[in-house]
């Protein structure tokens, strides 16, 4: 398995602030910036573990939002290679919000790519079906 994510931190913006973003959404084991032009940093933050997805999959649960978030997984998934975009303004007050283009998010997304053998096991484990807002099951994470 493999996880990365990466978002812009823009000149207005505080790198602190960006970093709790995305530790709000994601463990990643390594994590570095980059200045790719003058003022414009990347934060690229990767892990090899599925336990880096843990808050996602809480707060998927806390939220509320597994249908949604499912539907969007499955449509984002291909060939065992998954990207998300998620609001940087909403991840930094802990909530989950999608994003569908980097442009939905005032300051730019957080994309999170995750490269698994198992693509559909984890959206289970991450998502799983609903009946009438209750999952369906619940899955210990993947192993891969």
């Given amino acids: 398995m493999y996880v990365r994510v990466e978002t812009e931190v823009r000149p207005t913006e505080s ?19 980059i200045e790719v032009r003058k003022g ?61 283009e980097d442009l939905e998010s005032p300051l730019g997304a957080i994309t999170l790519t995750v490269v698994s053998d198992n693509i559909e096991d984890l959206i289970d484990w991450l998502a799983p079906r609903t009946s009438r807002g209750k999952p369906l099951w619940e899955r210990s994470p993947p192993t891969t």
Avoid: P
Wanted: glycine share 4%.
């Fill in 40 to 100: 414009y940093k990347l934060v690229i933050g990767e892990s090899s573990s599925i336990h880096s997805l843990r808050k996602i999959h809480d707060l998927l649960r806390r939220q509320r939002i597994l249908d949604t978030a499912r539907n969007i997984m499955m449509r984002k998934a291909r060939e065992g290679v998954m990207t998300l975009k998620f609001n940087k303004q909403a991840a930094f007050q802990g909530i989950i919000a999608f994003a569908e």
């Fill in 15 to 33: 790198e602190e602030r960006v970093l709790r973003a995305i530790k709000n959404l994601v463990e990643v084991e390594n994590i570095r910036i």
